[in-house]
């Protein structure tokens, strides 16, 4: 009688250790791959994201009042710091879908500086 009674309880024991094992085993599995592919998810995300049309709309906005800022600025030291983040908003975007005057304010701010002729 004892026997079967240990052996149920090993059973028991078993049963639950395995039970507990095999769900770690299934929730820790989704952590790593959650862990390994969220960022490539991420990052395709995040390129969708920039060739929306809001984005792109977002963007040429953005420019154009920075375009603004940099024709009435009078400091030399301002207006270099507003062509370095222009330069690096655009470098943001793809310029081919940008407006034509987007496009020729950023060239002409590259030129200014040497990086194109």
Known sequence: MW???KDF????????????????????SDFVLYKTFAPMFANAEREVYKN????IDGMAHDLSDLQVKYVTCTDPEAKKALA???LERAAEVDMTKLPSANQKFVDEIKRERGLIK
Request: hydrophobic share 55%.
């Open 3 to 5: 026997n079967d009674i």
């Open 9 to 28: 309880v090993y059973v028991g024991a078993f049963l639950f250790v395995a039970t507990v094992c095999l769900g770690f085993g299934i929730y820790g």
């Open 52 to 55: 929306t049309a809001s984005y």
């Open 84 to 86: 370095t983040f222009v």
